[in-house]
Structures are given as C-alpha cells and as structure tokens.
Nanobody, 119 residues
Framework: QVQLVESGGGLVRAGGSLRLSCAAS????????IAWFRQAPGKEREGVSC????????DYADSVKGRFTISRDNAKNTVYLQMNNLKPEETAVYYC????????????WGQGTQVTVSS
C-alpha cells in the first residue's frame, strides 16, 4: 500500500527536542519534494520546512529557523525533522507531505503525528 507514515511525536517540555520521521512505503521518497506542515487546534495548517528532491536544498518557516533541521536518508527512504528548543505554541499535529518532482503531479499526505509541548 502506497503511504507516508509519520512517527516520533510525543509530549516534551518547553526547550526540549523531538525528531519526527516520515517513512514512505511502495514509492521512492528521493523522487519527491518533501515538506512538513503542522496544524494546531483551531488554526490553519502551516508549512514548517521542506527539502527538495533535485538538490536537497531546504527551507524553513521564519519561526523555526535555527531550531529545526530537515534531512533525508535515502537508504532508509525516510525524511526527518529534528526539532530543538520547542515552544508550547508549537503544539500541533505534524504532517508529512510528498509531491513528485517530475511528470504528472502525484501527492501524498501522512496521517500526522501529535507533538505536545508543555510549559
């Protein structure tokens, strides 16, 4: 079954760290641009970070620059989001998104993983 599966969420105190994983099954993640989004209760989904398929270039929302790092391990067909110095306002469901980098648009979303940051 073609799917994206996020993991690594949990409960952490403010200032703590978590590493989220986004694993793909039945397709090669390296052929896709990958992005992490998050959605807090009552708020719109917002982009957090992305990594390009073509050259591995990365981008971050201003609010997470210097604290979050996105990376990919092609051998494991997995993309990671290392989150340091987490803040309570970053409590949200974090989603992984994959968009094929060539040809007809193909897009996948994961089911999300809950991140809760306590003050």
């Amino acid at each position: 079954q073609v799917q994206l599966v996020e993991s690594g969420g949990g409960l952490v105190r403010a200032g703590g760290s978590l590493r989220l994983s986004c694993a793909a099954s039945e397709f090669i993640l390296d052929y896709y641009h990958i992005a992490w989004f998050r959605q807090a209760p009552g708020k719109e989904r917002e982009g957090v970070s992305c990594i390009s398929s073509s050259d591995g270039s990365t981008d971050y929302a201003d609010s997470v620059k210097g604290r979050f790092t996105i990376s990919r391990d092609n051998a494991k067909n997995t993309v990671y989001l290392q989150m340091n110095n987490l803040k309570p306002e970053e409590t949200a469901v974090y989603y992984c998104n994959a968009v094929r980098a060539y040809g007809v648009r193909v897009e996948f979303w994961g089911q999300g993983t809950q991140v809760t940051v306590s003050s």
